[in-house]
């Protein structure tokens, strides 16, 4: 498994950006995949993540700003975030494990990760 993001940049409050994520190795198909972030002087955090059948969860913070999209069969997942703020200012990864029955929400559900693109929003 290889886990590639794609998409950050700098963009202005307010503005659009769209993640994606690519397997280069996909050896297996995932249960669960999602996206975390980790601002400057945070702790990483949970922002999103959609299960096979293709339900998805949301951090309350970025509820009805964010949406995320996903191929499980391909382990591709994508994050489209709108109306960014300057306090989505983040290294964001995705994440994708074959376990299932896991709180998606925490890191340690996640068996590989990418090395993150970094999204900087201004004010």
């Known amino acids: 498994v290889q886990l590639v993001e794609s998409g950050g940049g700098l963009v202005q409050a307010g503005g659009a950006l769209r993640l994606s994520c690519a397997d280069s190795?996909?050896?297996?198909?995932?249960?669960?995949m999602g996206w975390f972030r980790q601002r400057p002087g945070k702790e990483r955090e949970f922002v999103a993540a959609?299960?096979?059948?293709?339900?998805?969860y949301y951090a309350d913070s970025v509820k009805r700003r964010f949406a995320i999209y996903g191929d499980n069969a391909k382990n591709s997942v994508s994050l489209q975030m709108n109306s960014l703020k300057p306090e989505d200012t983040a290294v964001y990864s995705c994440?994708?494990?074959?376990?299932?029955?896991?709180?998606?929400?925490?890191?340690?559900?996640?068996?590989?990760w990418g090395p993150g693109t970094q999204v900087t929003v201004s004010s």
């Open positions: 190795g996909r050896t297996f198909r995932s249960s669960v």
């Open positions: 994440a994708i494990t074959s376990r299932f029955g896991l709180v998606v929400s925490t890191w340690s559900a996640y068996d590989y």
């Open positions: 959609i299960i096979q059948s293709g339900s998805t």
